[in-house]
């Protein structure tokens, strides 16, 4: 192990008070020194995904919020509704670490650790938002030669969800996927897999811009969801493609009904004969993120009854994959970091700079295609 004292840097917590206060700060922390298992990652870049979001502000009110301390040391508060403490009674009063992934350069190694001092690495397993993460050897990703930690910040989350799709859908017998806010990183990743795996994709996107950013991309199936013909293009996309699994990144209102109501109409134009129940070919749409956070809404006649609607979460999925398949995907990922899996950034900003008013509104509306990327060793001075 590299001796010596434990590292100090500033890291951003969170923390809603059992009274139902969200208060947001950075603070100064001291990083122990590594276990022989582990490393101190100096992290350089380091992403916000709606996940961090989730973690960032609880269900705390943003439109509430009242901001204060120094450009240097910002302090955010907001409140948090007291019918919403029940639900998150495991973090009332902690102090909670932000940041799911993120890259850096090894500064501190413990014994079995030392070959990856001064080395490149990504991150994957939370506490990202901070100059300093003390990491174990298996959260790691050894960057590339040529690969920036700009280039590793988003190595995980993104690219793992994208080709845990496909494998659901493998593991699942399905043959082809579908895919709501479809422009976004997560979702170009998705076309740049599927294009190279040769698996039928139909993207729904919510603006024509979004459609033409996709065709440009090599897309052949994109729908449009604010068009008057939404529902007979998707029918047809879904129709060509046999597409019966959906990923939907919206979950509230009523999209994931119509996906399922378009996948029964599409079963039925192959269908031999009339059945009162419907398609027996099962469609399933799986809800992954909270784009829309009121209910989610359906009707159950223009679905038969071979149908399902379920939650999907990343790390769940890869412990039923197994070891050896993550470390497969991993592998793919870290091949094609600057292709298929690479991701583009609306701005970088500074620790500091995540918790100013106008940054935070902006990354808060997670908006299709909006993509932030911190900078922990930038403007801290």
Request: proline share 6%.
């Amino acid at each position: 192990m590299v001796e010596g004292d434990g590292l100090n840097g500033l890291e951003l917590r969170s923390r809603i008070s059992g009274d139902g206060m969200l208060e947001l700060s950075l603070r100064e922390a001291t990083v122990p020194e590594p276990a022989p298992d582990e490393i101190i990652v100096r992290v350089e870049a380091t992403p916000i995904n709606p996940s961090d979001i989730g973690v960032l502000l609880g269900p705390a009110a943003l439109d509430a919020a009242e901001f204060s301390g120094t450009a240097a040391r910002p302090v955010v508060r907001a409140p948090v509704s007291a019918a919403a403490l029940p639900a998150i009674a495991a973090r009332l009063d902690a102090s909670l670490p932000v940041g799911n992934e993120g890259a850096g350069t090894v500064v501190r190694a413990g014994t079995d650790a030392v070959d990856l001092l001064g080395k490149q690495v990504a991150v994957f397993g939370g506490a990202m938002w901070a100059q300093y993460r003390r990491a174990k050897m298996t959260e790691c990703l050894v960057l590339p030669e040529g690969t920036t930690p700009r280039d590793g910040a988003s190595w995980y989350v993104n690219p793992m969800t994208a080709l845990g799709f496909v494998e659901t859908m493998r593991q699942e017998g399905h043959t082809a996927l579908v895919h709501t806010a479809a422009a976004s990183n997560l979702g170009q990743m998705l076309n740049r897999i599927c294009r190279a795996d040769g698996i039928g994709l139909v993207n729904i996107v919510r603006n024509p811009q979004q459609e033409a950013l996709l065709r440009g991309q090599g897309a052949r199936h994109v729908v449009d969801s604010s068009a008057p013909d939404f529902t007979a293009v998707l029918t047809a996309a879904l129709a060509e493609t046999g597409a019966t699994l959906g990923f939907d990144a919206v979950g509230g209102g009523p999209l994931a009904g119509q996906i399922l109501a378009a996948m029964e109409a599409a079963a039925r134009q192959s269908a031999s004969g009339y059945n009162h129940y419907g398609s027996d070919r099962h469609k399933q749409v799986y809800l992954y993120g909270r784009l829309n956070t009121g209910p989610t809404t359906f009707e159950r006649g223009p679905i038969g009854f071979a149908w399902g609607l379920g939650g999907w979460l990343l790390m769940p999925t890869l412990k039923k994959l197994g070891a050896a398949t993550e470390a497969r995907l991993r592998a793919r990922v870290a091949a094609d970091l600057k292709t298929t899996f690479a991701s583009h950034y609306t701005a970088e900003i500074s620790l500091a700079e995540t918790l100013q008013p106008e940054t935070m509104r902006a990354y808060c509306r997670r908006a299709t295609g909006e993509k932030f990327l911190i900078l922990p060793q930038q403007g801290l001075g």
